[in-house]
């Protein structure tokens, strides 16, 4: 290695400082899965390219393995890196499913791959948190309104963001709808919901052209399918102005219901912060979606699209026999966090977990610091011992560049003192027992000056 | 997914139950690296080619990625997935060095990837543990100890598993040793020292054999290097039985000093379960280690050889101006873990996070039992509510099943009940203060009887 080495467009790198802010991000995620009984769980990052690509569909940007010394009669040609954590999860539940318990929620925070160029909160190696519930032939309802509570729950608490709006919407509400209008079931229902999906890119009426010459559908049902899609409301008022456009379909009562059902069931964990609000023109494309849809939008950053989404699959895996429904979100934890390190500066308050930097007097008393250390790391104060017995102001300064707010200073015959480098107060102290004050124990996440810089993502061309 | 899909061979996948052992590992070995002072990191995955076989060696069993749909364009035909966090770790130094503050402590908890032959803790996918410590231009020795202190504290902290015996050694003392008896520098004592690491595979007189006709050492100086090589102490006693040798050199003296300020420095955390030993028989092969090196048996699985290796590198990495010292250690994660799932039936006493299932009266009353898990989850207890509103009975196999501990029963008017299904005992509870005893709130690991099975790994022939 005699050159820098560059980074790889598409792979995002954090510092130290910026790793804190995403592993505050993470941790919390955890917690409030797992306080909700969803067990952790991982896959392997391979899987065989025909699982990858299963219904025949192969746009999808996979990165293929090939081991260095391959031997012919070895079929490692046929494995891929993950895309998401859900084909993953539903081979996991297949090949498991004899000892697992059902109803089965389970996270998974892990990295996924993809070969497409990358662009803003877009990247080739990403981290996701996915959340996930899966039943056994049948999933009630409930816990469709329970994934999205565990969801708003988590991003509740991840305070040092943006706000969240989280938009749902209903299969059965659309496709109910559509065939209440008379559109033909199967295809005819699929193309306008494809349609229907561009809204967020296209104006409404180039869509409206599109309805026409495409789906052929007549001008009154393309301008009513076009109003649905403008209904949105936080509250189930949607219910009323759906109502008031005049159709009827059982599949479009069911949807009705079951959204309606979704929207009052998390009102009471909506902030100003973390909204819900039915959105009936979300489809999620032409995804496994067969009732229940999720986006999420990160406020100040709309224009990456969604940061969190899912719904409900009512065949997430099938072995022939069994059938799993499921229902689940998945949480672009690269997708928020590396966008928002590169244009707000957010960072934690030091590069080091390190609380306190016990001074060292000289090299012969260097065994006089290693035990203040070990004592503050006894009652779980992080900590380090200064690297060179160089002069206190050095090794304040030390502290400083590392943002570690606190050095200790052994003295002799246990005669202690403790500074906080910030005040400048200094106060005698007991290695045993002297803790910092709660926000100091661990890195805080900051939005003001980095500690160590920018992301070292780069959005280069390649 | 008509068929059950089957395990990939040295792609060891966890059920619940046994990724809590796994997450039980994980998270003490990172709360001890951050309470000594260590940085959590990530690197990417992937690392260019000629990073990943520097040195020219070809002989790693690498995996190469090629996208689905290269465009030839493109250069991804030049990456593979890293084989090791040492390789990454040291081309980051290099990226980010003018963004670190030095000497920089890492730690670095990942999985990694060889194509080579699964067995027994040796698979094609595997977590590790890194922890490192990295100076510019230069490094005090006191790093040295200290890496092997914060290793030793965790591996203390886990308690659950077998003992661990830590075997350090140093090459300045094998290399001064060699080089005192008259063994020629450079290509002379890498040959000797080569051969010597083969004792652990042959036997002493196969050895002594190959050193005479391919090392081209007389019959004294082979007795000799044999002799150092049978070495070895939990104390600095190894001092002595070397200097007795009576071999003399200016690196042999540097190497005693530096061995022996090791084991002396490590020798007030060595309990039964963790132990340090100077071992002179350990070189650690032909990798790039200068001066401390360290190899790690499990008790029980010493066949698999070392689980925790490492060792101090001069120049870890440099870009051709700053030499970048090194000293770190590198815990196989999965090497330890998935051989005592598969062996020792360990694993957590329930199969989910949840302390407690919340029982439903009937599906019109579930909203009065999310209530009461929601004001358990406020005073962080896991809880889940049943998913369908059973019978009672049926509802305490639910939670058995899983190894829940104990089932909540929501009352009319605020008379809540909570049952410890184990001993049958119930009392009346208030949702915003009840709590179960500590060694409930988590799941416990057990050695005994497995809640769901054993690992799916398996060691089957491809």
Same mark, same amino acid.
């Given at each position: 290695m005699s050159t820098k080495p560059r980074p790889l467009s598409g792979f995002p790198e954090l510092l130290p400082a910026q790793r804190m802010v995403e592993q505050q991000v993470v941790d919390p995620l955890r917690h409030v899965f797992e306080l909700h009984g969803f067990a952790g769980i991982e896959t392997r990052a391979v899987e065989p390219l025909d699982q990858l690509l299963r219904?025949?569909?192969?746009s999808k940007e996979v990165y293929l393995l090939r081991r260095l010394?391959?031997?012919?009669?070895?079929?490692?040609?046929?494995l891929g890196l993950h895309f998401d954590l859900t084909v993953p999860f539903a081979r996991y539940v297949l090949e498991n499913a004899g000892r697992l318990e059902f109803p089965f929620r389970r996270y998974q925070v892990q990295k996924a791959w993809r070969g497409e160029r990358p662009q803003e909160g877009r990247f080739r190696e990403f981290t996701q948190a996915d959340i996930d519930v899966v039943g056994r032939d049948v999933l009630p309802f409930h816990h469709d309104v329970e994934v999205t509570r565990v969801m708003v729950d988590a991003l509740t608490r991840l305070q040092f963001l943006p706000g969240f709006r989280l938009q749902v919407n209903n299969r059965k509400l659309i496709q109910g709808f559509y065939l209440g209008l008379g559109v033909a079931e199967g295809d005819g229902v699929d193309e306008v919901m494809r349609l229907v999906d561009k809204l967020d890119k296209l104006p409404v009426e180039r869509v409206r052209e599109m309805l026409l010459a495409?789906?052929?559908?007549?001008e009154q049902t393309a301008d009513r399918v076009l109003e649905l899609a403008t209904i949105r409301s936080g509250d189930d008022s949607f219910v009323e102005r759906v109502r008031a456009l005049d159709v009827s379909h059982p599949l479009l009562d069911e949807g009705l219901e079951e959204l309606s059902a979704l929207v009052r069931g998390v009102a009471d964990l909506v902030t100003d912060r973390v909204r819900v609000e039915a959105d009936l +023109?979300?489809? #999620?494309?032409?995804?496994?979606?067969t009732g229940t849809v999720f986006e999420t939008r990160l406020d100040g950053f709309e224009?990456?699209?969604?940061i969190c989404s899912g719904g409900r699959y009512?065949?997430?895996?099938?072995?022939g026999r069994t059938t799993y429904p499921g229902v689940g979100i998945s949480l672009g934890v690269s997708r928020v966090v590396v966008p928002l390190l590169a244009r707000?500066?957010? +960072?934690?308050? #030091?590069?080091?977990?390190?609380?306190?930097l016990v001074a060292v007097v000289d090299e012969e008393r260097r065994d006089a610091s290693e035990a203040v250390a070990s004592a503050l790391r006894a009652h779980d104060v992080p900590c380090e011992v200064a690297p060179t017995a160089a002069k206190f102001g050095k090794q304040i300064r030390f502290a400083e560049r590392r943002g570690i707010p606190y050095v200790w200073f052994p003295g002799d015959a246990g005669s202690h003192e403790v500074k906080d480098i910030r005040t400048g107060e200094q106060v005698a102290a007991d290695p045993a027992t002297w803790t910092p004050p709660a926000p100091d124990l661990r890195p805080r996440v900051t939005?003001?000056?980095?500690?160590?810089?920018?992301?070292?993502e780069t959005q280069e061309k390649q």
């Open positions: 219904k025949g569909d192969t010394h391959e031997e012919s009669a070895e079929g490692h040609a046929g495409e789906a052929g559908v007549d +023109s979300i489809a #999620r494309g032409l995804d496994y979606y224009s990456m699209g969604s009512d065949a997430l895996a099938t072995d707000t500066g957010l +960072s934690a308050d #030091r590069s080091v977990p390190s609380a306190v939005t003001g000056q980095t500690t160590d810089g920018q992301p070292t």
